[in-house]
T-cell receptor, first 114, second 112 residues
């Protein structure tokens, strides 16, 4: 049983295209996150949702739009892809979005923009 | 604002040797600290965390960390390294908005 799953695992696309990454958690958690890991392995928060409501929106280009159809899913849509968007994107979830909660991470989606 | 500094981007040890990965933090609110491990091409897995209470925290795979407020440190140790410990290790602090603020990571190499 995969707790936090992401699809696809790999995504290779051309500049200017639009793509989506899907995330699902079966842990019954209320809060979900998107993190970006760059080529130097630095991890940075992008967005956070609690019960389908956006609570964290870091300084991310508005080409990135998260969508949470229900509290078990948090998808990331990226418009007009740029070379600098190439990275590994991780979805995570936590029980109630408290600072003490453990965040459980998905396996990541490696996005390559050509 | 919260931040994490991991000293040493790369640590190499021999199998059976002590593992010490350093982490210092800065936090404007009571710090909640985490260590995660990332194996190649995988997601992050929690090793251990400090929230409140006992300052010596034990985690999975024989790892432990000690929270030292006076030194603003949360170093990760393991008495005896195993080949399977080779991975990327991240220290993180929880910010007021509940996001994790990560350090830049330390690559642990273990040689036989």
């Amino acid at each position: 049983d995969t707790a936090v799953s992401q699809t696809p695992k790999y995504l290779v696309t051309q500049m200017g295209n639009d793509k989506s990454i899907k995330c699902e958690q079966n842990l019954g958690h209320d809060t979900m996150y998107w993190y970006k890991q760059d080529s130097k392995k630095f991890l940075k928060i992008m967005f956070s949702y609690n019960n389908k409501e956006l609570i964290i929106n870091e300084t991310v280009p508005n080409r990135f739009s998260p969508k949470s159809p229900d509290k078990a899913h948090l998808n990331l849509h990226i418009n007009s892809l740029e070379l600098g968007d190439s990275a590994v994107y991780f979805c995570a979830s936590s029980q109630a979005g408290r600072r003490t909660d453990t965040q459980y991470f998905g396996p990541g989606t490696r996005l390559t923009v050509l | 604002a919260q931040s994490v500094t991991q000293l040493g981007s790369h640590v190499s040890v021999s199998e059976g040797a002590l593992v010490l990965l350093r982490c210092n933090y800065s936090s404007s609110v009571p710090p909640y600290l985490f260590w995660y491990v990332q194996y190649p091409n995988q997601g992050l897995q929690l090793l251990l965390k400090y929230t409140t209470g006992a300052t010596l925290v034990k985690g999975i795979n024989g790892f432990e960390a000690e929270f030292k407020k006076s030194e603003t440190s949360f170093h990760l140790t393991k008495p005896s390294a195993h080949m399977s410990d080779a991975a990327e290790y991240f220290c993180a602090v929880s910010d007021p908005g509940t996001a994790l603020i990560f350090g830049k990571g330390t690559t642990l190499s273990v040689s036989s």
